[in-house]
């Protein structure tokens, strides 16, 4: 996508979007010049961060796999950023046709490309909303028409709570989104953890976040990431970096806390 391709109205293809940019790490062409200069200052800063893009997506893959298998047929993505490979409704229909997917994004670049993804696939919608207001994403009515709301419901949140900077209101996200939801369901977590990264580094990550559409990111600790999943059971192995979220094959610890990496969980609710 350039510059001089038509642009749909809202869109300002000058300032960043971190779906675009999340595109561009794996390898789509849904993104400006705009996107791939600050993606690539990201490179730059952390020079591994395609594979942790891929490894995040894998970890979305597995997750659906294993919750379609053990029954879930009700699925949110919220922050579903651009359709790419193996998105949330390809993997859960891959296993179950009658599983029912809402995406839910709050980029109109997002939305555009996904319902043009589905004119054909009644099972899944996508519709406009913003994870810091979780009550209008559940009480949004094509939301109620497609959902079941008796029904147990995965809600996936990959890599979008740390855009909530402020702890507590990430924390008050979540548990607004778990007591919506009804027994058996599941939260699906992931979030990047800056390990040791040095202070110059994550302050030169957090300048280039905050350039783009969505702002600045959060540098949580442990403790917090590990909050976000009160009021569940996680599913075994717990919260660990997404590559050793139940690999399809053996892979080799890479816990190297020097720098940042992925961490994500699968918790079913309490009740």
Same mark, same amino acid.
């Given at each position: ?17 971190? #779906? ?12 400006? $010049? +705009? ?7 990201? !490179? ?7 594979? %942790? +893009?891929?490894?995040?997506r ?12 053990? $029954? ?18 390809? &993997? ?26 589905? &004119? ?6 996508? !519709?406009? $909303? ?20 008796e ?9 979008? %709570? ?10 008050? &996200? ?6 919506? %939801? ?11 953890? #800056? ?11 957090? #300048?280039?976040?905050?350039?783009t ?8 600790? %442990? ?13 075994p192995p717990?919260?660990?970096p ?15 806390? $020097?720098?940042?990496? &992925? ?9």
């Open positions: 996508m350039s510059e001089s391709d038509e642009v749909s109205p809202g869109i300002n293809p000058a300032v960043p979007s971190v #779906a675009r940019m999340y595109d561009y790490w794996l390898g789509g062409k849904d993104n400006f $010049g +705009a996107d791939r200069e600050a993606a690539e200052e990201v !490179i730059r800063l952390v020079p591994g961060v395609r594979e %942790l +893009a891929r490894e995040n894998a970890f979305l893959r597995r997750a659906v796999e294993h919750l379609t298998k053990v $029954g879930i047929r009700q699925f949110i993505d919220i922050g579903a950023g651009l359709p790419t490979q193996e998105n949330t409704h390809e &993997v859960a229909q891959r296993i179950a046709a009658d599983a029912r997917v809402v995406y839910v994004d709050n980029d109109p670049v997002v939305l555009a490309h996904a319902r043009a993804l589905l &004119v054909e696939n009644s099972q899944t919608i996508a !519709i406009e $909303g913003d994870l810091r207001e979780p009550k209008s994403i559940f009480d949004h009515p094509e939301l109620a028409v497609h959902l079941d709301p029904l147990p419901t995965a809600v996936l949140m990959l890599s979008v %709570l740390h855009f909530i900077t402020v702890d507590r209101d990430a924390l008050s &996200v979540v548990a607004a989104v778990r007591d919506a %939801l009804p027994p058996g369901s599941h939260l699906v977590i992931s979030h990047i953890y #800056a390990g040791e990264m040095s202070q110059a580094d994550r302050d030169a990550g957090r #300048a280039i976040y905050a350039r559409s969505s702002g600045p990111v959060a540098d949580r600790s %442990l403790q917090c990431l590990t909050d976000f999943f009160s009021g569940t059971t996680l599913l717990g919260l660990v997404v590559h050793d979220w139940r690999p399809d094959h053996p892979v080799p610890p890479r816990m190297d806390t $020097g720098k940042p990496y &992925v961490l994500g969980g699968v918790g079913t609710v309490d009740r």
